[in-house]
Nanobody
Framework: QVQLVESGGGSVQAGGSLRLSCAAS????????GGWFRQAPGKEREFVAW????????YYADSVKGRFAISRDNAKNTVDLQMNSLRSEDTAVYFC?????????????????WGQGTQVTVAS
């Protein structure tokens, strides 16, 4: 079992920055790919960013490329998301996810664990 807890959400003006952190406990998190998804009010949950178990591979949604950066520290069992140049359309609840087996990082249905989410609000 892996427990994921997100932190770092909050409110920020457009153009600002926030850093989200996902802390994992339980089984060896270094064996899992990890990433971030988000869900805005009235919309489907969508892929944001993913990092492989080793940290050697990263993937981003087109909407956040060049603005967001995902990283992980396997010694601390954390996956972070640095969000820069935030826009009002980035407003959403952000969820951390973990996946043991390789596969489509952007898929919602193949994730083994999810966090409870953290709210990010960007004021225009």
């Amino acid at each position: 079992q892996v427990q994921l807890v997100e932190s770092g959400g909050g409110s920020v003006q457009a153009g600002g920055s926030l850093r989200l952190s996902c802390a994992a406990s339980g089984r060896t998190f270094s064996a899992y790919g990890g990433g971030w998804f988000r869900q805005a009010p009235g919309k489907e949950r969508e892929f944001v960013a993913w990092i492989t178990s080793s940290g050697g591979g990263t993937y981003y949604a087109d909407s956040v490329k060049g603005r967001f950066a995902i990283s992980r520290d396997n010694a601390k069992n954390t996956v972070d998301l640095q969000m820069n140049s935030l826009r009002s359309e980035d407003t959403a609840v952000y969820f951390c996810a973990a996946q043991r087996l390789s596969g489509d990082a952007a898929s919602l249905t193949n994730k083994d664990y999810w966090g409870q989410g953290t709210q990010v609000t960007v004021a225009s």
